[in-house]
Every structure is written in C-alpha cells, then in structure tokens.
C-alpha cells in the first residue's frame, strides 16, 4: 500500500509540474497569462485608434506579443503613421511600438 501510495504521489507531481510548464512562456510563446494581457492591449489601442478622428481605423491592424505592439497597414500621410505611433504609445501596458505601415 505504501509504495502504490508513493507511485500515484509521484505521478501526481509530475502531472502538475507539466502542466506548469505548458504554460510557461518562452521567447517565440506566449504564456496564459501574457496573451490575456496581450489581447487586453490590442483592445484598447484598437479602441483609442478608433477614437482618434484623424485616422481611418479600418485600415490599420494591430498585433501584440508581450507587450510590444505592432501596427501595419495602409495610411495616407506621415502624420497619420506619426499619429497611430502617439496613440499607441498612450495606451497602459504598451512597452514599444514597431512600425510596419505603408503611405498609399
């Protein structure tokens, strides 16, 4: 009985150390934890994106993996990617910002 004990115990600790370690974050994934906050950041430059009226919303995308948040998409004007760079760079969470946007 003891040694059946000791097995199942042992067993049980290694269930919960992999668990654990699914989800851990590492340098290409993100952990559970970190892609709630990500898709939390994406919301809100998204939405003060939408709020800016000088800029056309639809046509910029926006993508965050911890942290750091990437806008591409199409623009009309420098001041417009300079614009979506300020927004972003307001919104709580938002460690950097790359640039991948293009002037049409």
Known sequence: ???TRHYLSSILIAASLFSVVG?????????????????????????AIFNEPSLKSAEINVETFKG??????????????????EVTRGVGGVKSVKDDMRIK
Do not use: H, P, W
């Open 1 to 3: 009985m003891g040694k």
């Open 23 to 47: 989800c851990a974050s590492t340098a290409r994934n993100e952990g559970t934890g970190e892609y709630v906050d990500d898709t939390v950041i994406t919301s809100k430059v998204k939405g």
């Open 68 to 85: 750091v948040v990437q806008l591409s998409g199409f623009v009309t004007s420098q001041s417009a990617i300079n614009k979506a760079i």
